[in-house]
């Protein structure tokens, strides 16, 4: 299977590196990229690179790794020469109505939402078949976005704002999170490297402990919160100053935007 990738950034070349990593060969990926530098770095993986889509080989999958705002610009045209392959976009915030529109009607097309930890093959990634896909179509997707983490079919599209602002935006929130817990670390007098540790180290180990454990957060949540202890009184402080409101927030923001940059790129 032939796979072209549009775009040569970073989410494209975590996937590119994990399509290697599990056996795929580098000769059966092509990346068009009009950035001589981000061609010149995918080149040391084996692939083949290209600058415009006037050179583009046939393929049988195309991978839409551009910004949103340049993607309508970046696919004019493209698909006078690949009338039948799958179409996957990583592009946040373009619709598949309005994907397939700015590809001639092409009715191949798949809607996907991975997240920064891709790059490391942690990621979660978001994803939505409209008509016209095949169940054959939905498996390769999975085989390709499945080599950086776990994949989530959305039986809705709208569902893929609610993924968007949940695990799309969700590391800056962890990031977010860490920054401020390290700081107070070192308000309370700990050195930088120490407060760092142990608050990525925190994070790291209940992140695995959730994810292994048969029990719910809310249950490890009570494990380690002992009667009129710290922690309690931690978490009193936290409900006192509507930490979940504040959140709930935050994430209800982000979806609106991811609705409205949407709304915005309909046609």
């Given at each position: 299977m032939q796979i072209t990738f549009l775009g040569g950034g970073n989410m494209s070349t975590s996937i590119i590196k994990g399509l290697i990593s599990n056996g795929t060969s580098p000769e059966k990926i092509q990346v068009i990229d009009i950035n001589k530098v981000a061609r010149d770095s995918l080149l040391e993986l084996g692939v083949s690179t290209i600058s415009s889509l006037d050179d583009m080989q046939k393929t049988d999958v195309i991978v839409l790794g551009v910004k949103p705002h340049h993607l309508q610009e970046a696919v004019a045209g493209m698909m006078k020469k690949q009338s039948n392959c799958l179409v996957i976009s990583v592009a946040a915030g373009i619709r598949t109505g309005t994907l397939k529109k700015w590809l001639s009607n092409h009715k191949r097309v798949i809607?996907?939402?991975?997240?920064?930890?891709?790059?490391?093959?942690?990621?979660?990634?978001?994803?939505?078949?409209?008509?016209?896909?095949?169940?054959?179509?939905?498996?390769?997707?999975?085989?390709?976005?499945?080599?950086?983490?776990?994949?989530?079919?959305?039986?809705?599209?709208?569902?893929?704002?609610?993924?968007?602002?949940?695990?799309?935006?969700?590391?800056?929130?962890?990031?977010?999170?860490?920054?401020?817990?390290?700081?107070?670390g070192m308000e309370m007098g700990l050195d930088e490297k120490t407060s760092r540790s142990l608050t990525i180290g925190t994070f790291l180990g209940s992140s695995k402990l959730a994810?292994?454990?048969?029990?719910?957060?809310?249950?490890?949540?009570?494990?380690?919160?002992?009667?009129?202890?710290?922690?309690?009184?931690?978490?009193?402080?936290?409900?006192?100053?509507?930490?979940?409101?504040?959140?709930?927030?935050?994430?209800?923001?982000?979806?609106?935007?991811?609705?409205?940059?949407?709304?915005?790129?309909d046609v």
């Open positions: 809607r996907a939402m991975p997240n920064l930890p891709s790059s490391i093959g942690l990621g979660v990634t978001g994803l939505y078949a409209g008509q016209g896909i095949s169940s054959d179509d939905r498996t390769v997707a999975e085989n390709i976005l499945g080599v950086v983490g776990q994949n989530y079919w959305m039986i809705e599209e709208s569902m893929l704002e609610a993924v968007t602002a949940l695990s799309g935006s969700g590391p800056a929130y962890i990031f977010y999170l860490i920054e401020k817990m390290e700081k107070v994810a292994d454990s048969e029990e719910l957060p809310q249950a490890l949540r009570k494990k380690v919160t002992s009667k009129a202890g710290t922690t309690e009184k931690a978490l009193i402080e936290f409900e006192q100053r509507q930490l979940e409101t504040v959140i709930k927030s935050g994430i209800l923001a982000a979806k609106k935007r991811a609705e409205e940059i949407g709304d915005n790129n």
